[in-house]
């Protein structure tokens, strides 16, 4: 069963639902054949129990001992069938149930990767996230369910086959009885379901409650209010218990309704076949046969009903997965540089190292220097990275060629954006720093001394073999940021675009930051969106952005001598 | 930091916790008890009619007598289900109340959790606590704990009633006993592990998915596409070694219980049979106790499958109860501050053993002066901050106010005295006005719109709720209206302003706002705030230049304090970054 875990899913069919179940489908063939082949054995082997125990007692009362360890013996043999069965038909359907759900997990993945900075654009994190969560729990259910429901179609024409040709007429009043009983509790359903609803709605908005005390304890303990929240939380825990009761009113009733209704079909059933026994119609063993055809049907027939929720549920889940599925990256290759990059290899496409240059603002980073842009207002700042990165569609060129005329993949190698968005993600921390995995060990302890951030190292008991946890959330904002600065550093990219770098960090760490950031980008093209005069200061060259253009460039210290916009922005209204 | 992990409950304390809890309600324990064991018992009559009737069918009996048995099966199972259902709403509305006991208890201990605990656990282990361990708890209440009764009820009962047909005819039904036993012990012994690893890796996939999610853009500009398919290929491989390892287990136990299960049938059918043919039994008796074997295996599956249930529940129970025994932080004395003077003098504090990260600090602060501390991260400005608002005591020295060391004052008074906003901020669900009123329930509207015009957020609030205009009565926090890191930092100091303390630790109270909005706020923040102490640590240097006195740390030590033109004259390190910070226009 190595193919669960091969490395490339495929390419899924994205047309619809159907079709997405369809090709997940496709892909286990042989497990969920396999599958079903056990299933039908392993329905068979319960369904022929009530034939064999009534065949036994018809032995025992003809006082036939050798029958009677033959049949009970068959008993036997049908429970270590059924169980032998069982477990291989268990084993299929996990396999089952993972293969579908391993690969949608990994064509979402992938899908996830494709559409790069597209997705948030596009998508609600919670929208794809839910297919992790619960999408990919219904698709592989969806299939589980399949090799049990198709027992259980064969379990009920066998059991129908050998009743009718005993009695027909017991054989049809257990027919039509058993789904009759099982539809009975269908009303109670509603009410029960609606019940339950509202029980886990209140006990989510309790859940929410306790863990908005949890976050907000440090406020609570530190100011006060603890007893208004834990009055509140009383009165929602109140809530959810009667909640819960009401749920249990209709549950018991389900509870009784189970016993009853098959108990009196039961009932029926057994004075029908006593009635026809008394007059010879039937044996003593086929009356004890029938109460266990009518016992044994109620589970087949619920599996029926399951199986209609299941897929019901799995079609709703792959409609998500194929809306997420066919979403198309906004920035692509054209379409006639696809043609060429297909004949020809992308080492082509490399433009000289020249000016990098945004038409609209006027903003030109010129190569192995270290340019910074303050913005007047941070908006246009980030606004312009993300046309220079082209992440924004722009007029931008470098060295003149236009970079909509360059392959994506190659603009990604060699410009790289580092904004205050970026994630760090889990992982040891140097591999996360070092994300081509070809620095050298002073090379990573050169970029985290560039970026201040050997004392964030220093602390952890592990060094760089720490785990960082998902986000790196257990680093503060200002750790985060530094250890983002090293791992972009680190990247050493042509072009290296830094949007407020050092914003949350301390004026101390921010000077020294400011200081060994030049040093780092020697030789490289460097451009750093800030307001920080102690990063300015450090520029080769400083452009000021005032409504979305260049207004004034030069030095941080010839521009606060000359334009007073530019001063006011910097030292934020210091006069 | 180190990560502290809140305590655990240990085995005796959780029975001890359970026996008083399941005994805090006898008469309703009793009445779900006896219910069941009527249902059970009337639920045993009709495999007795049956046999009866076997009897009656091969002595071929009259048909009236059929009749009648078949009438009583139908009158029995009516009152076993009319039972049933009484039973099970009186199990499940005892469940509820003692579940909705359990989570309030807990949340109240978690609302006396002490200062220092809250300050230096880091919110995991509790929220895990609070989601997890209650979610997973009340599964055990609602469904595993009384399934698990009615189980040994029923099953008790039937076995009673193989005994009552015929001593002889238990004998049977108990060969399988030895095998479900250990199998079942077998399978339980490795399940926990098991199943825990297994919900660990598939857990794993799934952040990892998140994360892909979360960061697609930062994979894009890093060209990390190749590493996140291979961390997703990995999680995959992962979770499927942890399946397949329970998948296994469950291999060897599924058949080994069938196989259990059936055995005492047939061995029932079979030896009872024999003992009919050589006359010691009756028909009756051996059909009966056959189809009692039958209905035993219902029971004994359900005590099966839920026993591992209850030992998770129990452990989350114990991580519950756990939270009561964080010991008390402060033993708070009988004196009272005379004077509002904060004095730290020769402070030293550890997190770890033998590495203080204060090196004998001494600071004054007078009353109603602002005191900037500032100095590069790593400093202990933090901790500092900490010590000074009472959240943990020094290692050596005194933290006093007035005199009197603040650990020593009881916590409502500390509050009285002094309070700490960090740059964590938290909105708690609910309108802006309750955010606001925690710090003082009887504020009235006028105070609540003054404090927020303090911290610059007036204009906001009016606007929340959009034409609606509800301003103080807007939902906010999780499930509300979104408010940014920055404004949730206003609304923080606007409570701040209404709870109005003597003594204010800032510690990077608003870090999170525009650089150009925080010097606003600060300036009109200190104008309702003259007359309080405030002590602000800052990474902005107009912070510093703007207080009373600045107080440089670094390295544990306060190396440089005085105010602001005086520490500028004097040329230090504290000029020279002022110097640069500023330009050299001025």
Known sequence: MRSLVAGDPGIPDVRGPIGYLWWVARGQTRLILIGIGFAVVWWLGQALVPAALGLAID?????????????????????????????????????????AAYRTVQVTTRQATRLGATLPKRLSTGEVVSVGNSDIEHIGSSMDILLRGVGAVVAIAVVTVIMISTSPLLGIVVLVGV?????????????????????????????????????????????????????????????????????????????????????????????????????????????????????????????????????????????????????????????????????????????????????????????????????AVPEDAIAIADRLGWYAPGEVTLDGTPLADLPVAWVRGHILVADNEAKLFAGRLRDELDITGSATDEDVRQALYSACAEDIVAALPEGLDAQVAESGREFSGGQRQRLRLARALLADPEILILVEPTSAVDAHTEARIAERLGKARAERTTLVCTTSPLVLDRADLVLFVEDGEVSAEGTHRELLATSSGYRSSVTRGED | ???????????????????????????????????????????????????????????????????????????????????????????????????????????????????????????????????????????????AVPETLIAIVTGSFIVGAVVLVGPVMAVPALIAVPLLWGATRWYLNRARDGYLRENAAYADMTEGLAETVEGSRTIEALGLQRRRHERADRDIARSFAAERYTLGLRLVWFPAVEIGYVIPVVATLLIGGLFYIEGWVSLVQVTTATLYVQQLIDPVDRLLSWVDELQVGGASMARLL???????????????????????????????????????????????????????????????????AGIHAPRTGSVTVGGVPLVELPIDELRGEVAL?????????????ENLLIARPEAADADVWRALEAVDAREWVEALGGTLGEGLDTMVGSGGQTVSPAQAQQLALARLVLADP?????????????????????????????????????????????????????????????????????????????????????
């Open chain 2, 502 to 586: 003597h003594t204010l630790v800032l510690d990077e109270a608003t870090s999170l706002i525009d650089p150009r909005a925080a010097r606003h706020l600060e300036r009109s923040l200190a104008a309702v705030l003259a007359g309080r102490t405030v002590i602000a640590i800052a990474h902005r240097l107009y912070t510093a230049h703007d207080a009373d006195r600045v107080a440089v740390v670094e390295d544990g030590r306060i190396t440089e304090l005085g105010p602001h033109d005086e520490l500028v004259a004097a040329g230090g390190p504290y000029a020279a970054l002022w110097e640069s910070w500023h330009g050299t226009a001025k």
């Open chain 1, 179 to 375: 789904p009759m009983v099982t539809a009975a509790v269908g009303p109670l359903l509603r009410p029960l379901h609606r019940r339950q609803l509202r029980q886990r709605d209140l006990q989510g908005e309790l859940a929410t409650r306790a863990a908005d005390i949890v976050g907000g304890l440090r406020v609570l303990r530190g100011i006060g209010g603890e007893q208004v929240f834990a009055a509140r939380y009383r009165e929602e825990s109140q809530r959810v218990r009667h909640a819960g009761v009401r749920v249990a009113s209709v549950d018991s009733m389900l509870a009784g309704a189970e016993i009853l209704l098959p108990g009196v079909l039961i009932a029926c059933v057994t004075w029908l076949a006593a009635r026809f026994a008394l007059d010879g119609r039937v044996s003593a063993g086929q009356l004890v046969a029938f109460y266990g055809y009518a016992v044994f049907l109620i589970a087949p027939i619920r599996t029926l009903t399951e199986a209609a929720d299941k897929i019901t549920k799995g079609h709703v889940a792959a409609r998500r997965v194929c809306h997420i599925l066919s979403i198309e990256p906004e920035i692509q290759d054209a379409p006639e540089l696809r043609e060429t990059l297909r004949e020809d290899p992308p080492a082509r496409h490399t433009p000289s190292d020249g000016v990098l240059v945004d038409e609209r603002s006027g903003v030109a980073v010129r190569p192995g220097r270290l340019t910074a842009l303050a913005a």
């Open chain 2, 322 to 388: 756990g939270v009561a025994d964080v010991p008390e932080d402060r033993t708070p004395g009988a004196t009272r501050p005379a004077g509002e003077d904060l004095r730290a003098v020769g402070v030293r504090y550890a997190y770890r053993e033998d590495r203080d990260v204060l090196h004998g600090v001494d600071l004054e602060v007078r009353r109603g002066e602002r005191l900037a501390m500032v100095g590069p991260s790593g400093a202990g400005k933090s901790t500092l901050g900490r010590l000074l």
């Open chain 2, 1 to 143: 930091m180190a990560r502290e992990i809140l305590p655990v409950a240990d085995r005796a304390q959780v029975r001890a916790y359970a026996r008083r809890l399941m005994l805090k309600h006898p008469g309703e324990l009793v009445l779900a008890l006896a219910l069941h064991a009527l249902a059970a018992v009337t639920g045993l009559v009709t495999p007795r009619l049956l046999g009866e009737l076997v009897q009656d069918v091969a002595g071929g009996s009259a048909h009236v007598r059929v009749d009648v048995i078949a009438l009583a099966i139908a009158g029995f199972v009516a009152a076993q289900a009319v039972l049933t259902r009484f039973a099970v709403f009186a199990s499940s509305r005892l469940g509820e109340k003692v579940l909705a006991e359990l989570r309030e208890d807990f949340v109240d201990q978690v609302l006396g959790l002490p200062l220092s605990t809250i300050e230096g656990a880091g919110s995991g282990d509790l929220i895990t606590r609070t989601s997890r361990d209650v979610d997973a708890l009340s599964h055990t209440v609602r469904r």
């Open chain 1, 59 to 99: 032995a025992l009362i003809a006082k036939d001992g050798d029958a009677l360890i033959w049949w009970s013996g068959a008993v036997l043999g049908l429970g270590v069938v059924q169980a032998a069965a069982g477990a291989s038909r268990h084993r299929m359907a996990v396999y089952n149930w993972l293969s």
């Open chain 2, 421 to 433: 906003v960090t740059q964590e901020h938290h909105v708690f669900r609910g309108t802006v006005r």
